[in-house]
């Protein structure tokens, strides 16, 4: 991938379709494509990163997703806190232990942001 990609952010955020954001053989590939946006993305690939991540089946996935968000958003953003409050809220509400798993990490994300957020 790295050979593909180089230094595109862009090619990194295509990557993260399909298999990728799914656990199986194809996950390591979606983990390092989100790692990648963290070191090559701006502010739009977080969003972008944010809007998507209630889409990724993978947990290591979304983990990597959320650090990459958390690392690039220096100055926060609304748009980004109110997508992670949003996927958030449909965590909470369900019923699957699972998926509540990614509640603490999510949290502190969204309030990170948050307290960056100039607004």
């Known amino acids: ?10 090619c990194y955020l295509r990557r993260l379709a ?13 983990i390092k494509a ?11 690939s977080a969003g972008w990163l944010a809007a998507q ?11 990597e997703s959320l650090l990459s968000i958390d ?3 220096e100055c926060g953003s609304a748009e980004a806190v109110q997508r992670l409050t949003e ?4 965590l909470q509400s369900g019923e699957d232990a699972r998926s509540r798993e990614l509640v603490p ?3 502190l994300t969204r309030r990170r942001l948050e307290g960056r957020n100039p607004s």
Do not use: K, N, T
């Open 105 to 107: 990490l999510l949290e």
């Open 71 to 73: 690392h690039l958003l």
């Open 34 to 44: 989100a790692l990648m946006i963290g070191v090559l993305g701006d502010a739009q």
């Open 87 to 90: 996927h958030l809220s449909r």
């Open 18 to 30: 399909g298999e990728a954001v799914r656990e199986g053989p194809e996950e390591f590939v979606g």
């Open 1 to 10: 991938m790295l050979r593909v990609c180089s230094d595109e952010a862009a």
């Open 53 to 63: 991540l209630g889409q990724m089946e993978s947990r290591a996935v979304q983990v």
